[in-house]
Nanobody
Framework: QVQLVESGGGLVQAGDSLRLSCATS????????MAWFRQAPGKEREFVAF????????YYADSLKGRFTISRDNAKNTVYLQMNSLKPEDTAVYYC????????????????WGQGTQVTVSS
């Protein structure tokens, strides 16, 4: 059974940093592209970043480049999202997702999803 479990969310102030983690089990982690998506209140879920199976191929939503960094530790079967200079508009539930093969920003192409972790940024 595949499981993705996010952690690290919370309430922070604007300008703070936060690191999210997504621990996986039940899949061959090194063969999967791992991605982060987020969904703000009243909005559709949107792509944040992905790290392909090799770990050397990363891709970000244009609006988040330079503030967010995705990384992975294949030995720990875990993917991370480092978020710096957080803004109130970053408030959302953050989800990790996994798909076998190359990366894509299309959420309908991901096979497995975590339950999400809430990030709230106060002004």
């Amino acid at each position: 059974q595949v499981q993705l479990v996010e952690s690290g969310g919370g309430l922070v102030q604007a300008g703070d940093s936060l690191r999210l983690s997504c621990a996986t089990s039940g899949l061959t982690f090194s063969s999967y592209t791992m991605a982060w998506f987020r969904q703000a209140p009243g909005k559709e879920r949107e792509f944040v970043a992905f790290s392909d199976w090799s770990g050397s191929g990363t891709y970000y939503a244009d609006s988040l480049k330079g503030r967010f960094t995705i990384s992975r530790d294949n030995a720990k079967n875990t993917v991370y999202l480092q978020m710096n200079s957080l803004k109130p508009e970053d408030t959302a539930v953050y989800y990790c997702a996994a798909r076998r093969g190359w990366g894509t920003r299309r959420e309908d192409e991901y096979d497995y999803w975590g339950q999400g972790t809430q990030v709230t940024v106060s002004s």
